[in-house]
């Protein structure tokens, strides 16, 4: 769809700038719906009247500010708007966060298996050697579109009750209020990633396309750490921001930048 761009040359107003604002106006007002493709450099050219330095000064505004996604030889297309996940609470952040977008949360079981754990989740679920965990892989979805994969590692103790439930839910839910575990907390490291070609099927990307990886560990009240997950999070669709209160006499760091 091509809509004619106003530009004032006799305007102070830089040129790129006032081309970057047309557009940022027609999305904003649903001309161009997320998901659309927008006009080609050639087409804004055409129709505005400007250079290609200049219109590609005004996609890129565009791009950083998140409203258009550039792909190489498909084209530019408005972005999907980015659910918000406060960074500061991970553990859960689900269907309370799908739910709080206003968005419909489901989901579709991928695996469910029991087998003896593997020494690294040994290690993080303070087990012994010979011990059982349970395995659960579910696709988390917002209104149909596919957004995260949740691989989860449970001590035996609790894997054995969920083997028993319908795991289309909260898994924290149930385990609160069905079985009276008391959660208290988690350890949560994020890290920015490129998706492999099993996630990108899984989760209905393109090829190299950005991910954020959390490796959570949940304790109980009791101190005993009961999962061990690796959650893959589809970097187009979820930002995670942070809040720090500089009021407080001591200010607690959720998350640490760590320089590798």
């Not at 006799?10 to 719906?33: C, D, F, G, V, W």
């Not at 492999?196 to 490796?215: G, K, M, P, R, Y």
């Amino acid at each position: 769809m091509s809509i004619k761009m106003k530009i004032d040359t006799n305007s102070p107003i830089p040129l790129y700038y006032q081309l970057s604002e047309s557009l940022r106006e027609k999305i904003i007002m649903n001309l161009y719906k997320p998901g659309d493709l927008i006009p080609s450099e050639s087409e804004l050219i055409r129709d505005s009247g400007l250079s290609r330095g200049t219109v590609r000064q005004a996609l890129q505004i565009l791009t950083q500010e998140g409203l258009v996604e550039r792909h190489p030889g498909r084209g530019t297309f408005v972005s999907y708007p980015k659910i918000e996940q406060n960074a500061n609470r991970v553990m859960g952040f689900y269907t309370n966060t799908i739910l709080e977008s206003g968005k419909v949360p489901s989901t579709e079981i991928i695996e469910i298996k029991e087998f003896s754990a593997p020494k690294l989740i040994r290690s993080k679920l303070q087990l012994s050697e010979g011990e059982s965990i349970v395995f659960i892989k579910r696709l988390r979805k917002s209104d149909d579109i596919h957004l995260a994969i949740e691989s989860s590692y449970f001590i035996s103790e609790v894997g054995q009750k969920l083997l028993k439930e319908d795991l289309l839910g909260s898994i924290y839910e149930i385990l609160q209020k069905k079985y009276d575990y008391i959660i208290q907390r988690s350890e949560n490291t994020i890290e920015a990633s490129v998706a492999d070609s099993e996630t990108e099927n899984i989760l209905d990307i393109e090829t190299n396309s950005l991910i954020f990886v959390i490796h959570r560990l949940v304790y109980f009240s009791s101190g005993k750490p009961f999962e061990y997950s690796e959650d893959i999070i589809r970097a187009d669709r979820i930002r995670f921001s942070i809040e720090d209160n500089y009021q407080d006499d001591k200010i607690k760091l959720k998350f640490k930048p760590t320089l590798l």
